[in-house]
């Protein structure tokens, strides 16, 4: 990074499923503007990639001018930041390869960065976040509908062979167990997600006559979450079933990579002792005996709506190091 | 590495449950000499390191001298490459962390790096076996009772925070399963390693009436495998459900990992299409999408005889790189 570089600013793009959030942010992380559009209402990549430069533009030209900025970082599902394109992403609106990262340089004449959500959550969390100082971590999302992960090994994140590691999300916990959008039964995330414990939820009021709370409410996160913490058996016994799912996937996971923390983001990370406790239980319960309390388990410091941009936007300042597409 | 150290040799030390093996290795991985001690003769630490010592002191003398020597490389149990010592190994007779690679270099005057054999065994396949070339690869050893493993992420071994990555014997794959060594239920190796597989054969032979040329037998790896292999429906579904373990949690493997090739080792890599075919079955079923088909399973090209000591000489090599206590 050249010393002027510290004037600069760069942008953070996140594309998400309902919504592609950006955000200018100087070197020490400070979001100084961000703005959003809908990601939906461009059902073509073409039309995307012009939306996207479009709002670019008219959003350098108000927050100081397209001169100061020093690059581009985009994260997004499924973007492999080996071949700077989002490869078949199940949920978002594009089929096939998208060459995301040289079409936004093409339009913009800027440096631009891609990465996986996962891995640049993880790259947030290592900059500014939980993670600032470590070496070895892992940190894990769990959010409304899916699990993703990303770790670090000796302080360089592990990317894999084909720029997909860290699909935590679809690991195996239950054989032939309920049926994954990615095609696959029992993966991880289908039992460990907010949607995951909401089912178990559900299942669980409908195998018993038990009277609960939940009962005639509409199940909501939230709603499980405070009928839990009023003692309501059903509710508790959710969030038990999902921590113990979650413990020892996580067990497995600390096992094979043996950690210094794992960092957790995203909804059911904010759920509180209801899902921590138990799920912190199971984990000492399976976790191999030598790193046995020795792995630190954490909620993020960072709320997931800075990590979303910030991830992306530190993703810029590595251009170099992050894209081939500079 | 200096140039006359191209001349030079390496002892590689293979600290095994029931024999202790070691060799005179060259540069290019050539055994020069090999011969082996009983470890369990050495209920005490101290003696174990006395007769290794004595018994290296003669090797060299009756190989070519002491002066030819470059460095040791130690392989065992549980052995941790940051401290240079053994730290708690189950099933070696000293308790403890023993602080193995100080205590060589103090006796013998010459360099000694310890690794634990998971991380020797992925080193030997990356310097001379089937991982040459690779930069991000899992090897499993799949043997009696353990399953060990070690992946590297480009190019470079990931070791964890403690020293402790790739325990994956030691993943959970059935929740309250069977009782395991290290205290837990349900590990992998209580189901994926020879002895699970013995198991699980025994287990189908309770359950059931079904004629088999097992019963009366003696059930040894070798009679279920040739049973198999004749169709035996008993034996066949034996390595069936040991398959369908093993691939699921190979899958959960790579889909964190994301490999070029997973390396197998030791006996039950060895057993040949009746394991390996539904094997490679699940895997392809339970791995992540995006690298279906796309990670080679393969059985190391090296013997697990030669494998043991190779390893352990390789660690000798890069002995500045591999451990404090040069």
Not at 111 to 122: R, S, V
Request: charged share 25%; aromatic share 8%.
């Amino acid at each position: 990074m050249m010393s002027e570089d510290f004037l600069k600013r760069t942008i953070g793009v996140d594309v998400g499923l309902d919504w592609t959030n950006y955000a200018l942010v100087d070197i020490r992380g400070t979001i100084l503007a961000r703005d959003r559009f809908k990601t939906f209402e461009c059902p073509e990549m073409e039309l995307f990639v012009s939306t996207l430069c479009e709002h670019l533009i008219t959003f350098m030209e108000n927050n100081g001018g397209y001169e100061l900025v020093r690059s581009v970082g985009i994260s997004a599902p499924n973007a492999n930041f080996k071949t700077g394109a989002i490869e078949y992403a199940p949920n978002l609106p594009w089929k096939g390869e998208v060459p995301l990262a040289a079409m936004v340089r093409d339009r913009l004449g800027l440096a631009c960065a891609i990465g996986n959500d996962a891995h640049t959550m993880a790259l947030c969390e290592k900059v500014y976040g939980s993670a600032r100082g470590l070496k070895d971590f892992i940190v894990v999302s769990i959010g409304k509908k899916g699990i993703g992960s990303c770790f670090y090994s000796q302080g360089v994140p592990h990317i894999g062979a084909e720029g997909f590691a860290g699909e935590f999300g679809h690991t195996c916990v239950v054989e032939n167990g309920r049926e994954c959008g990615c095609g696959k039964k029992g993966c991880l995330e289908t039992y460990g997600s907010e949607y995951g414990c909401l089912m178990t939820a559900k299942e669980l009021l409908e195998q018993s006559d038990e009277p609960s709370a939940l009962r005639g409410s509409t199940l909501t996160l939230d709603v499980l979450k405070t009928c839990a913490e009023q003692g309501d058996p059903i509710a508790k016994e959710a969030f038990c079933k999902t921590a113990e799912v979650l413990g020892i996937a996580l067990a497995n996971y600390a096992t094979v990579v043996d950690p210094e923390a794992i960092i957790l983001t995203e909804s059911m990370s904010h759920v509180g002792d209801v899902l921590m406790e138990p799920l912190k239980e199971a984990f000492e319960r399976y976790v191999f005996h030598n790193i046995k309390n020795k792995v630190r388990i954490e909620v993020s410091v960072l709320s997931d709506e800075e990590r979303d941009v910030l991830g992306a936007s530190a993703l810029a300042w590595d251009v170099k190091e992050y894209s081939l597409f500079t």
